[in-house]
């Protein structure tokens, strides 16, 4: 056989081969697709999990983490003296991981269990947020209580009486005094200094590609030794090195302007179970790292969000 002669047959397996891996990926990918449209992915809201815990753990009613030491857990029960069934409840709220860094659990005594927090917060939100006035709406975990903040002391009134037609109780409700949500004054933009940070401003590594990135949002991470450390989350693709520690990790905001922090953390990708797909079934997968800047506060934690409070 002539060198020609080889050289298309090998060439000739060679793109068989190929179209074979690329039939069998797509097929994976169709069946991957067809299995969940069989059986979708049911994503749930932050006060659904909490009224699954309830049913987990009866007589669950919220929890929330210590002011100055996010691996202290207070949660709320019915029973003060169900520990276990606190315990069962947090962990499911939490996630393992955020879970096992739960140093200390204690348990505070619950004037309501989350289930019924969560039917009368269901009942309640569309109503009160029709009301002229009204801010906001929360089922509050850490204060086991449904909160509702309003403009002005007229609709305040108006909510509370509307709630109490609602079969709700006044002693499960707490109204405050709060501001409208406002936009930002005529002539700034998300590319101005902004302070504090806030999320959706924008944000730029000078040395990665593009460059130009969004601020995630405010949060606070914990070492392995519980130790409490401010911070803000961007996405991994604003980095130079996406999913590796970047050589020239310095972020700044306004674009060019005040250095605001360097990447600390930007952890390996990971599919992870429950990802969106899109149109072939490839999963999208959702992937954050974390900047360090000394400046912040209080914010999101983890996976999930927590009431902060004492």
């Given amino acids: ?22 039939s069998q990926a797509v097929a994976a990918s169709m069946e991957q697709a067809s299995a969940l449209q069989q059986n979708p992915v049911v994503f749930k809201t932050y006060d659904e999990v909490l009224r699954d815990a309830g049913r987990l753990a009866p007589g669950f009613g919220g929890v929330f983490l210590d002011r100055n030491n996010n691996s202290i857990a207070y949660v709320y029960m019915k029973d003060a003296s169900k520990a276990a069934a606190a315990r069962v409840a947090l962990r499911h709220v939490m996630g393992v991981e955020r879970f096992n860094s739960i140093r200390q659990v204690q348990v505070l005594q619950a004037d309501y269990d989350m289930e019924q927090l969560y039917s009368w917060y269901e009942r309640a939100w569309p109503v009160a947020l029709s009301l002229p006035g009204t801010v906001s709406s929360d089922l509050n975990e850490g204060k086991n209580r449904l909160g509702f903040k309003v403009e002005d002391a007229g609709a305040k009134a108006s909510l509370e009486e509307k709630l109490v037609e609602l079969g709700i109780p006044s002693e499960a409700v707490v109204v405050e005094l709060g501001e409208r949500l406002r936009f930002l004054a005529h002539g700034n933009t998300l590319l101005d200094r902004i302070r504090p940070l806030e999320a959706g401003t924008e944000v730029r590594n000078p040395f990665a590609e593009p460059g130009a990135c ?15 450390k401010a911070g803000i989350v961007v996405g991994s693709h604003c980095t130079d090195v996406q999913w590796g520690a970047d050589p020239q990790p310095v972020f700044s905001q306004p674009s060019g302007g005040d250095r605001i922090g360097t990447e600390t953390i930007d952890p390996s990708g990971a599919q992870l179970s429950g990802c969106p797909v899109d149109s072939v079934g490839t999963a999208i997968p959702r992937l954050l790292s974390w900047t360090q800047v000394p400046v ?4 999101p934690l983890s996976r999930r969000t927590l009431s902060r409070q004492r």
């Fill in 214 to 228: 969004s601020l995630g949002f405010n949060a606070i991470r914990t070492d392995g030794s519980g130790n409490m």
């Fill in 296 to 299: 912040v506060t209080w914010g």
């Fill in 1 to 22: 056989m002539s060198r020609r002669t080889t050289g298309t047959l090998v060439l000739t397996l060679l793109v068989v081969a190929i179209v074979l891996g690329m």
